[in-house]
T-cell receptor
Framework: DTAVSQTPKYLVTQMGNDKSIKCEQN?????MYWYKQDSKKFLKIMFS???????INETVPNRFSPKSPDKAHLNLHINSLELGDSAVYFC?????????????FGPGTRLTVL | AQTVTQSQPEMSVQEAETVTLSCTYD???????LFWYKQPPSRQMILVIR??????QNATENRFSVNFQKAAKSFSLKISDSQLGDAAMYFC???????????????FGQGTILTVHP
């Protein structure tokens, strides 16, 4: 059973395009997150949602817009893609916000902007 | 703001030997959680072990154990009886136990690439 899934796993696109990455968790968790891993493998949080409410927004350009249609889904939409957006994007979820519960990560989406 | 530092970009170990990966962190908080995540070439992030700061006892998960030194703000990972499948990038991470808009956020170190030689 897939716990946290992301689609697509790979995304190659041109500068200036708009793209979305989808994330779904079937763990019944309340909180979901987006992390970005850059070319040097550094991981940094972008957003978190708790029960569809935005909790964390870490100085991310407003070209990035998370959308949570329900608590099992947290999608990431990126407008006007730039070369610097090339990275691996990870979705994660945890049972409750800030609890001792583990954050479970999806397989990541490698985004390449040409 | 909290920071996490992994000072060893790369480490290597012979199969069946023991290796220790270092992690230090900086925080003014007294209650928090620390984690080690493993990222193999498949890039999946896998939790290895976690430690609650209020617990003095070091966490252990099979061949993986930590040396948590709260006063020194140090959190090292020891891998015993290393196996080829342990080869991966290892990340140390910090999470606050307090409320606020950053509640739940994981702050990661830079990572350590572990190579296991047969």
């Amino acid at each position: 059973d897939t716990a946290v899934s992301q689609t697509p796993k790979y995304l190659v696109t041109q500068m200036g395009n708009d793209k979305s990455i989808k994330c779904e968790q079937n763990l019944g968790h309340d909180t979901m997150y987006w992390y970005k891993q850059d070319s040097k493998k550094f991981l940094k949080i972008m957003f978190s949602y708790n029960n569809k409410e935005l909790i964390i927004n870490e100085t991310v350009p407003n070209r990035f817009s998370p959308k949570s249609p329900d608590k099992a889904h947290l999608n990431l939409h990126i407008n006007s893609l730039e070369l610097g957006d090339s990275a691996v994007y990870f979705c994660a979820s945890s049972l409750k916000r800030g609890s001792t519960d583990t954050q479970y990560f999806g397989p990541g989406t490698r985004l390449t902007v040409l | 703001a909290q920071t996490v530092t992994q000072s060893q970009p790369e480490m290597s170990v012979q199969e069946a030997e023991t290796v220790t990966l270092s992690c230090t962190y900086d925080t003014s908080e007294s209650d928090y959680y620390l984690f080690w995540y493993k990222q193999p070439p498949s890039r999946q992030m896998i939790l290895v072990i976690r430690q609650e700061a209020y617990k003095q006892q070091n966490a252990t998960e099979n061949r993986f154990s930590v040396n948590f030194q709260k006063a020194a703000k140090s959190f090292s990972l020891k891998i015993s009886d290393s196996q080829l499948g342990d080869a991966a990038m290892y990340f140390c991470a910090y999470r606050s136990a307090y409320g606020g808009t950053s509640y739940g956020k994981l702050t990661f170190g830079q990572g350590t690439i572990l190579t296991v030689h047969p």
